[in-house]
């Protein structure tokens, strides 16, 4: 099994700052890429950020400049930093990982359950 457990979510006032992370487990054989997505009150789902294994990275234009994705991969472990947070920023934030499980599937996208972030003053 493959299981992804995120971190860091909560409350925060405009401006402020939070650390999001995203632990993988199980029976992981590699990962192509990690990254998060985020699902606002009466929006779509959209990706935040993401980081392949070669290193590139992509970010969605409303949060380039104030989010920062990285990795470590030697813990299958995936951060984002978020500054200068804005009421917009409001959404629950699920992990994705990309990867090849043990079982023999590739390229297979798994997902967190989410953690709320609530930016208000």
């Known amino acids: 099994q493959v299981q992804l457990v995120e971190s860091g979510g909560g409350l925060v006032q405009p401006g402020g700052s939070l650390r999001l992370s995203c632990a993988a487990s199980g029976s992981i054989f590699s990962i192509n890429a990690m990254g998060w997505y985020r699902q606002a009150p009466g929006k779509q789902r959209e990706l935040v950020a993401v980081?392949?294994?070669?290193?590139?990275?992509n970010y969605a234009d409303s949060v380039k400049g104030r989010f920062t994705i990285s990795r470590d991969n030697a813990k299958n472990t995936v951060y984002l930093q978020m500054n200068s947070l804005k009421p917009e920023d409001t959404a629950v934030y699920y992990c994705?990982?990309?990867?090849?499980?043990?079982?023999?599937?590739?390229?297979?996208?798994?997902w967190g359950k989410g953690t709320l972030v609530t930016v208000s003053s």
């Open positions: 994705n990982a990309n990867l090849q499980s043990e079982a023999g599937d590739y390229g297979m996208d798994y």
């Open positions: 980081k392949t294994s070669g290193g590139n990275t």
